[in-house]
């Protein structure tokens, strides 16, 4: 829980240029089963949903990623929008983190168009 406040305070108190190089983390880092990667995503998800106000999908992949980060697993954190024709009912800004490849959290329908990858 404690991740998911400074993720907050940081996206409210910071502009992305003093943040974004603490997210991701790139090349051969250590190997963690995607299924353990999951589970800290569900830890992430459980405090998240435990906290007495909202975060959305940025200040939860910012959790992860810093979890991520101190285990040494590489993993990537995506920034993307929806297309232009499909912003209507929905939030148009989305972030998730993938280890190998694979959404371990934030999967969300989309389309999405991706505008930033930090990490592997």
């Keep these: 829980m404690v991740l998911l406040c400074r993720a907050r305070a940081t996206l409210t108190l910071f502009p992305l240029s003093r943040w974004r190089s603490t997210l991701g983390l790139a090349g051969g880092g250590n190997s963690l089963p995607t299924a353990d990667a999951r589970r800290l995503a569900g830890a992430v998800e459980r405090a ?5 106000f909202e ?3 940025l200040p939860r992949a910012m959790a992860l990623s810093w979890m991520l980060c101190r285990r040494g697993v590489a993993h990537s954190v995506v920034f993307a929008v929806r297309p232009a024709d499909r ?8 972030a998730w983190v993938e280890v190998g ?4 959290l934030g999967e969300l329908p989309g389309p999405w168009i991706e505008t930033l990858r930090l990490g592997s």
Excluded: E, V
């Design 87 to 94: 912003r209507h009912s929905a939030d148009a800004l989305h």
């Design 101 to 104: 490849g694979s959404k371990i």
């Design 48 to 52: 998240a949903d435990r906290l007495p």
């Design 55 to 57: 975060t959305k999908c």
